[in-house]
């Protein structure tokens, strides 16, 4: 199991990283979200995948036995996962409004000066 999600996440930055290097802008945020989802699948992967019960420690017990689950990697994923949604949810509405205003999806079309006015 750990091997598959080691080639998906290399997969992901790989692909990340050459959809960031594209000149679309659309495919800028493509590769800045498929970053994202390569980085919480690390941080899952480090939290280590054990099947384990729920981390409560028992009235009777003083200290937690047993293979427990560690909530630490999944509560840094699920924060991550909101944050990023609403980047991606601000970057689709900014990319809408330039594209409405320059009217081409090319990033170095933001460079060139507007000498028409």
Do not use: C, W
Not at 3 to 26: C, E, N, Q
């Amino acid at each position: 199991m750990e091997l598959l999600l080691l080639i998906l996440i290399g997969v992901f930055y790989a692909t990340g990283i050459f959809m960031m290097l594209r000149r679309s802008m659309v495919k800028l945020l493509i590769g800045i979200i498929l970053l994202g989802n390569g980085a919480n699948l690390l941080i899952f992967l480090l939290g280590g995948i054990t099947r384990g019960k729920p981390p409560i420690i028992p009235e009777a017990e003083k200290a937690l036995t047993g293979a427990y689950a560690d909530p630490v990697p999944q509560a840094l994923i699920l924060t991550a996962i909101v944050i990023s949604f609403g980047l991606q949810s601000f970057a689709i509405v900014l990319l809408k409004r330039v594209h409405v205003l320059i009217q081409s999806d090319d990033l170095n079309d933001l460079n060139t000066p507007d000498t028409s006015i």
